[in-house]
């Protein structure tokens, strides 16, 4: 049902964004991996990643690869992840890559800013159940 796991797409957000010469920080990473789960259903009508994100202060987490990508604190990641992961089919890439360049072009703030808009699933999701709670796919579903 799930083609990748949220390594898989974190992998290949830093990646394609080191070989742009723009590589992300943690914190735009994982605004970007939200903005391409949500992309991608609206464009499919399935998910990309099984993964959930939770509703943290700063917007959408996949807390694991919160942690994976820690090692950066607030900088840019500028080296390619070596663990093994899958790679992104070129069809899935045409759906995800233009996500990511929009979203790689915006300030970290202002991803978060969208993230954080008045009726996103993260603002619904805080508002009823508080930080980190998981921001059902459900939810994510209905405002894409």
Wanted: proline share 6%; with cysteine.
């Amino acid at each position: 049902m799930f083609n990748y796991t949220a390594f898989d797409v974190s992998c290949h957000i830093v990646n394609t964004s080191i070989d742009a010469n723009d590589p992300v920080s943690n914190l735009q990473l994982q605004k970007i991996l939200y903005f391409v789960q949500v992309g991608y259903f609206s464009e499919k009508s399935k998910w990309l990643f099984e993964d959930d994100f939770e509703a943290w202060q700063y917007g959408p987490v996949v807390p694991g690869i919160y942690r994976l990508f820690s090692i950066w604190g607030g900088g840019k990641i500028t080296r390619k992840p070596t663990a093994p992961h899958k790679q992104i089919s070129s069809e899935d890439s045409c759906v995800i890559d233009p996500i990511i360049k929009v979203c790689r072009a915006k300030a970290p703030w202002a991803l978060v800013e969208q993230a954080h808009a008045e009726g996103s699933p993260w603002k619904r999701t805080m508002d009823l159940r508080g930080d980190s709670a998981i921001i059902s796919k459900d939810l994510i579903s209905s405002a894409s």
